[in-house]
């Protein structure tokens, strides 16, 4: 931006009360140099600027203000306006314009505490163990891919901390749960009476109730207890 765009631009604004006489003495430019300026015809690359700048701010509006520049800029290639990416940054910096990204999509669980008072709490908060498979611990976790969400469900032994079962599905049914479970059972010790603590959490159709009748018949032979 040269002096004299400087000066143009402050001149009309709310807040400024200095004089263009003023403006031009502190930037060491002449008045009537500025005056000269503002009556000339705008030039070719000023045109282009202007023209650069709605298509900004057009992309930038079609995206709901999520765009930054590298997406902008991607936008205009694709309709073949050529410009640097470090242009679309300085003129959106200059015009206001900043992105505002939009929280990810977070899957929560609510507990389901009448279902969870049925199911004695063994564990007590204490997720430690004297020898391995006495003691298991486990959790769903989902992952975003590129053709919609999976779920990993984990078996971890208190006592090494480790993955000693595991299961993936594109679904979060009880299944799920007990795959792992089985999982574990046909890799790793499991002593009679073991425990098995899960969280309280239930989404959707996934309750405790249903999880538990599932899991009873499905780790009977490991004769895990289940625990909230």
């Known amino acids: 931006m040269s002096k004299y765009e400087y000066i143009d631009s402050q001149k009309s604004e709310p807040p400024n009360r200095n004089s263009v006489v003023k403006m031009c003495t502190w930037l060491a430019v002449s008045t009537s140099g500025f005056y000269h300026w503002a009556t000339r015809p705008q030039s070719a690359t000023s045109a282009r600027r202007e023209a650069l700048i709605a298509r900004i701010q057009h992309f930038f509006e079609e995206s709901d203000g999520t765009y930054g520049y590298r997406r902008i800029h991607a936008d205009l290639a694709a309709e073949q306006t050529e410009c640097s990416p470090e242009l679309v940054r300085q003129i959106m910096r200059q015009i206001g314009l900043v992105a505002c990204q939009p929280r990810p999509f977070r899957i929560t669980t609510a507990a389901d505490a009448e279902a969870a008072a049925s199911m004695p709490d063994l564990v007590k908060r204490d997720f430690t163990a004297e020898r391995p498979g006495v003691k298991f611990v486990g959790d769903i976790t989902y992952i975003h891919t590129w053709q919609g969400f999976i779920y990993l469900a984990t078996v971890i032994d208190c006592y090494s901390k480790k993955v000693v079962g595991w299961s993936v599905a594109d679904h979060m049914r009880t299944e799920l749960v007990a795959d792992a479970l089985a999982n ?10 073991a425990i098995w603590h899960s969280d309280r959490g239930s989404v959707g159709g996934f309750n405790r109730s249903s999880q538990h009748r599932c ?7 490991s004769s895990l207890r289940l625990a909230s």
Do not use: M
């Open 184 to 193: 574990a059972a046909a890799t790793t010790l499991i002593e009679p009476d």
């Open 215 to 221: 899991l009873r018949s499905t780790v009977a032979r």
